[in-house]
């Protein structure tokens, strides 16, 4: 499960994620449908020439269970001077 745990001055929380909450994001990202509509919306804006790139589902399985297999790694750790706190971990 990948934990995000965000600290501010004021208010602290967690968010966790669970792995198969990722496996659908995956699905709907690499479709190909979505990626013609966020593509389209991207040119109907014209101020942009970026295109969402094209993303194949195997590479991203593959990314996925190398991350449920290092569970307690700390991918993102960030404090700013203001106090507020980012950590993202697995």
């Known amino acids: 499960m990948l934990k995000v745990r965000v600290k501010a001055k004021d208010i602290r929380f967690s968010i966790p994620v669970p792995y198969s909450a990722l496996n659908l994001v995956s699905l ?18 014209g101020s942009s020439k970026f295109l969402f790139p094209e993303i194949e589902r195997k590479d991203l399985k593959i ?20 106090g507020t706190e980012v950590v993202v971990k697995l």
């Open 28 to 45: 709907i990202i690499t479709s190909k449908r979505i990626n013609r509509l966020i593509n389209k919306a991207i040119e109907k804006d």
């Open 63 to 82: 990314l996925l269970q190398g991350l449920s297999k290092h569970s307690g790694v700390i991918l993102v750790e960030t404090k700013l001077k203001d």
